[in-house]
C-alpha cells in the first residue's frame, strides 16, 4: 500500500521560513516521483514542485522559484519541501503525492495533479503578520 503523511506546516510570519516533510511508506522513494501541491480557500491544486525517483531531476513553479526547495532521504523514506522568504500569497494547504502516471519516476513542468495519487491528508501553511 503506497502511502505518504504531510507534516511541518504552521503559522509564519511574512518572510519566514519552514521545512515540510512528506513520509513515505509502502514503497521506497527512488520508485516513484513525489510532488508537493497546494491548494487555497477558493483555488485549485496547483503543482509547487516535484523530485524524480532518481533525485537528479527537479522543478518548482515559478512562483516559488528561488525559494523552495525540495530534497529526500531516502533512507528515511522522507522528501523535504524548505520553503524560505515565506509571502502570504504562499498560504495554503500543501499536500505530497505519488506520481502515478505512465511516466511515474519523472517529473514534467508544470506538474498535472491527475498524474498524481495516493494523496496525503496534507498539511496546513498560514504566512500571516
Known amino acids: 500500500q503506497l502511502q505518504v503523511v504531510e507534516s511541518g506546516g504552521g503559522l509564519v510570519q511574512p518572510g519566514g521560513s519552514l521545512r515540510l516533510s512528506c513520509a513515505a511508506s509502502?514503497?521506497?522513494?527512488?520508485?516513484?516521483?513525489i510532488g508537493w501541491f497546494r491548494q487555497a480557500p477558493g483555488k485549485e491544486r496547483e503543482g509547487v514542485s516535484c523530485i524524480s525517483s532518481s533525485g537528479s531531476s527537479r522543478n518548482y513553479a515559478d512562483s516559488v522559484k528561488g525559494r523552495f526547495t525540495i530534497s529526500k532521504d531516502n533512507t528515511k523514506k522522507t522528501v523535504y519541501l524548505q520553503m524560505n522568504s515565506l509571502k502570504p500569497e504562499d498560504t495554503a494547504v500543501y499536500y505530497c503525492?505519488?506520481?502515478?502516471?505512465?511516466?511515474?519516476?519523472?517529473?514534467?513542468?508544470?506538474?498535472?495533479?491527475?498524474?498524481?495519487?495516493?494523496w496525503g491528508q496534507g498539511t496546513q501553511v498560514t504566512v500571516s503578520s
Open positions: 503525492a505519488i506520481k502515478r502516471a505512465r511516466l511515474f519516476r519523472l517529473c514534467v513542468y508544470p506538474s498535472d495533479p491527475s498524474d498524481f495519487g495516493s
Open positions: 509502502g514503497f521506497t522513494l527512488d520508485s516513484y516521483a
